[in-house]
Structures are given as C-alpha cells and as structure tokens.
T-cell receptor, first 112, second 109 residues
Framework: SAVISQKPSRDICQRGTSLTIQCQVDSQVTMMFWYRQQPGQSLTLIATANQGSEATYESGFVIDKFPISRPNLTFSTLTVSNMSPEDSSIYLC?????????FGPGTRLLVL | GQNIDQPTEMTATEGAIVQINCTYQTSGFNGLFWYQQHAGEAPTFLSYNVLDGLEEKGRFSSFLSRSKGYSYLLLKELQMKDSASYLCAVRLNDYKLSFGAGTTVTVRA
C-alpha cells in the first residue's frame, strides 16, 4: 500500500490570495493525481501530476489557476491561485501503486 | 463523457446485508474501484475488479460484469461503523478515475 500525507490539513484564506498544498507519499508511486471534492459531492479530477514535466489538466481546469509541480516520484504540490469563495473545497492528492489508487487525507480550504 | 450511476442513499439494519449497485458507460475501462468515505475523511480503498466475477474480502465483496457495465458492492453483517458514503469509480485507459456520485449508507440499530 501507500501512505499519503498532505499539508496543510485545512486553511481559511482571503479571496485573491494563493495557497500551496503539499503531498508526500511514503514510497514511489507510478502516477499522482489531484482531485477536488466540493461539499456534498463526489470527486472530480483536476489534473495528473507528471514527474519533471507539466501537469495534464482536465477540462475546466487550467495551469494558471492550479499550477502543479512534481519534482520526484514521491512529492507533488498543488497551488490554488487568486482564490475566490467558489474554490472552497476539499483538495485530495492521490497516488497509484501496483494497480491500486490511494488517497491522502485531503486539505479543507475555505475562502472568505 | 463518462456516466457512472449509483443510488443516492440506502438504509439497512445492523447485522443485515446491503448491496450497492453501480452501472457505468465510459469511453474506456481499465478496472473498477470501490471506496469507503466517512464524513470529513479521505476515501479508503475497498476493492478493485478488472476481470468479471466476484472478489471477496471479509465482510465486503465486489462483483463485476464488463459486458453489462455493472458492478456491485456487497456489505455483510453490517456494523454501525459501516455508515459511510461508498464511491464507485471506473479507471479509464489513461489511469484516471471517474467517480460516481456516491451512495450514503446508514446503518440503524
């Protein structure tokens, strides 16, 4: 299995600011992803974090708003830029290892 | 687009059995996952099916029929702690997961 940690676990931010979320996996994973879960809803994929290259974004998500880095096989960051109240959500990091996909505990973000 | 359907809510009694169905129509298929998610927590992996048939893991079993685009998660000997949301997710050919809306299971004493 893979154990995934995220920092911060939660934050309250002012609109117009940016927040960077860190994701650390305890062992190498082949793929890493970032998801968003809005209140009362299921998970939506934001992007695939590619090691050493630009992330691959899903429809409706753009690099300027959600820049992602993945410098190595066990670490990734997601930045939520120029935040608005609509960005209030839970952001989850995920890693795939041996056919199974595991999730971090999530970062609860509230934008005022 | 991807279409993954599962019931919104189910209620069952402690000690009983509940079956959560999931039907899917997706542009690709590379396996089906079931996750459990308690309120305020991250999804926890329960099962993964890539071939047709039944996979049993203790009180939880998962079934897949690829020809029918159908899966179910069977929870036996329900316990109060099983009250949670259960998420069906299809892995597409590029390894991305597409999730259903989730089924909230409430276990009553």
């Amino acid at each position: 299995s893979a154990v995934i940690s995220q920092k911060p676990s939660r934050d309250i931010c002012q609109r117009g600011t940016s927040l960077t979320i860190q994701c650390q996996v305890d062992s190498q994973v082949t793929m890493m992803f970032w998801y968003r879960q809005q209140p009362g809803q299921s998970l939506t994929l934001i992007a695939t974090a590619n090691q050493g290259s630009e992330a691959t974004y899903e429809s409706g998500f753009v690099i300027d708003k959600f820049p992602i880095s993945r410098p190595n096989l066990t670490f990734s960051t997601l930045t939520v830029s120029n935040m608005s109240p609509e960005d209030s959500s839970i952001y989850l990091c995920s890693g795939m290892k041996v056919e199974t996909q595991y999730f971090g505990p999530g970062t609860r973000l509230l934008v005022l | 687009g991807q279409n993954i359907d599962q019931p919104t809510e189910m209620t069952a009694t402690e000690g009983a059995i509940v079956q959560i169905n999931c039907t899917y129509q997706t542009s690709g298929f590379n396996g089906l996952f079931w996750y459990q998610q308690h309120a305020g927590e991250a999804p926890t992996f329960l099962s993964y099916n890539v071939l047709d048939g039944l996979e049993e893991k203790g009180r939880f079993s998962s079934f897949l029929s690829r020809s029918k685009g159908y899966s179910y998660l069977l929870l036996k000997e329900l316990q109060m702690k099983d009250s949670a949301s259960y998420l069906c997710a299809v892995r597409l050919n590029d390894y991305k997961l597409s999730f259903g809306a989730g089924t909230t299971v409430t276990v009553r004493a």
